[in-house]
């Protein structure tokens, strides 16, 4: 007889205990004592923020406006159709570039802004229009038209970095093959009237370039003329002397030499100013006051709690800055 008999299940599933994960209360970011550290202190970043405002008001008051003027040039491409030998692109920094030196394009814009701002242009330009006193009025007596401190007057290397770090700004807009030269002053005016100055020096150091070569070349066609009997060389003598003839008729003609000017400069209005950003001033003096004093407020309660609950580290702390103090005196 076959007897029935319950099977239980021996096979027991082991038991494993979770064990609690490591959490320390004390080091647990607790919103709500933030909040408290806040209000604790509330009034250390209120007036840090509020004194942080007021500053930065009063000082971008007491900063004055700065207008520029600009002006766009392009280069000049002329085809004078009836040159001889075909001389083409005369009277022009782009005929003159790509004609007489095999640069062309981007590189004529690129020459155009080495020479705008070169040493030698803002040499031309302050020493032919006296400019000096204007660019540096705090330090020229008007009264009696002297420097205030002769010994320490400006001097040529102060206005280079005065206008080429500061004042004088030269860009090129490669896709549209365009120059912009931009001064920034707190003269409307006097920013109008740099812009002019310019311009005007570069188109004559490129005239006056010309014009020196031309001459050179005129002047040893001449000599050549005398000395040679051959007639058919003396015809192509005659036709190079002719070439340099018409560059110079070119070079004298235009009003801008080697460039065209687009757009020229105007007087900005008064309520146009490109600095100070005071509005952007302010807030970032806001902001930047107030997160400092955010880290302030933390940084106090920080040493507050460690004075409390740790005096002899505190001690310890307050020495070591002591004795350091002390060496550095």
Same mark, same amino acid.
């Given at each position: 007889?076959?007897?029935?008999?319950?099977?239980?299940d021996?096979?027991?599933?082991?038991?494993?205990?979770?064990?609690?994960?490591?959490?320390?209360?004390?080091?647990?970011?607790?919103?709500?004592?933030?909040?408290l550290?806040?209000?604790?202190?509330?009034?250390?970043?209120?007036?840090?923020?509020?004194?942080?405002?007021?500053?930065?008001?009063?000082?971008?008051?007491?900063?004055?406006?700065?207008?520029r003027?600009?002006?766009?040039?392009?280069?000049?491409?002329?085809?004078?159709?009836?040159?001889?030998?075909?001389?083409?692109?005369?009277?022009g920094?782009?005929?003159i570039?790509?004609?007489?030196?095999?640069?062309?394009?981007?590189?004529?814009?690129?020459?155009?802004? $080495? *020479?705008?701002? #070169?040493?030698?242009?803002?040499?031309? &330009?302050v020493?032919?229009?006296?400019?000096?006193?204007?660019? !540096? =009025?705090d330090?020229?007596?008007?009264?009696?038209?002297?420097?205030?401190?002769?010994?320490?007057?400006?001097?040529?290397?102060?206005?280079?970095?005065?206008?080429l770090?500061?004042?004088?700004s030269?860009?090129?807009?490669?896709?549209?093959?365009?120059?912009?030269?931009?001064?920034?002053?707190?003269?409307?005016?006097?920013?109008?009237?740099?812009?002019?100055?310019? $311009? *005007?020096?570069? #188109?004559?150091m490129?005239?006056?370039? &010309?014009?020196?070569d031309?001459?050179e070349?005129?002047?040893? !066609? =001449?000599?050549?003329?005398?000395a040679?009997?051959?007639?058919l060389l003396?015809?192509?003598?005659?036709a190079?002397?002719a070439?340099?003839?018409?560059?110079?008729?070119?070079?004298?003609?235009?009003?801008?030499?080697?460039?065209?000017?687009?757009?020229?400069p105007?007087?900005?209005?008064?309520d146009?100013?490109?600095?100070?950003k005071?509005?952007?001033?302010?807030?970032?003096?806001?902001?930047?006051?107030?997160?400092?004093?955010?880290f302030?407020?933390?940084?106090?309660?920080?040493?507050?709690?460690?004075?409390?609950?740790?005096?002899?580290?505190?001690?310890?702390?307050?020495?070591?800055?002591?004795?350091?103090?002390?060496?550095?005196?």
């Amino acid at each position: 007889m076959v007897t029935k008999m319950d099977k239980t299940d021996n096979t027991k599933q082991p038991h494993i205990e979770e064990s609690p994960s490591p959490y320390y209360e004390e080091d647990e970011i607790n919103l709500l004592d933030i909040l408290l550290v806040l209000l604790k202190h509330k009034k250390l970043i209120y007036w840090m923020v509020f004194i942080a405002a007021i500053l930065a008001v009063i000082i971008s008051l007491m900063l004055p406006n700065i207008y520029r003027s600009e002006a766009t040039l392009t280069l000049r491409a002329e085809d004078n159709s009836n040159s001889i030998n075909g001389l083409s692109a005369l009277g022009g920094i782009g005929g003159i570039v790509a004609g007489q030196f095999g640069i062309g394009g981007n590189e004529g814009l690129e020459k155009l802004k $080495i *020479t705008l701002n #070169s040493r030698e242009i803002t040499k031309r &330009v302050v020493g032919k229009y006296n400019l000096m006193p204007p660019l !540096f =009025e705090d330090e020229w007596d008007s009264d009696t038209m002297k420097w205030i401190d002769e010994e320490n007057k400006p001097t040529l290397q102060d206005t280079y970095k005065l206008i080429l770090d500061k004042l004088l700004s030269i860009t090129i807009d490669k896709d549209s093959s365009t120059i912009k030269v931009s001064f920034e002053h707190e003269d409307p005016d006097f920013s109008k009237t740099m812009v002019g100055y310019y $311009i *005007t020096e570069l #188109s004559s150091m490129l005239r006056d370039e &010309v014009l020196l070569d031309a001459g050179e070349k005129k002047k040893f !066609f =001449e000599q050549q003329l005398d000395a040679i009997t051959d007639s058919l060389l003396r015809e192509k003598i005659y036709a190079l002397l002719a070439k340099e003839i018409e560059r110079e008729t070119f070079a004298k003609a235009q009003q801008y030499y080697g460039f065209l000017l687009i757009d020229p400069p105007v007087t900005p209005d008064l309520d146009k100013k490109v600095k100070p950003k005071r509005s952007v001033i302010c807030i970032l003096s806001v902001s930047l006051a107030f997160f400092f004093s955010l880290f302030l407020a933390f940084f106090v309660e920080f040493t507050h709690r460690i004075k409390t609950d740790d005096p002899e580290r505190y001690q310890s702390i307050a020495k070591e800055l002591k004795f350091w103090g002390k060496r550095n005196e």
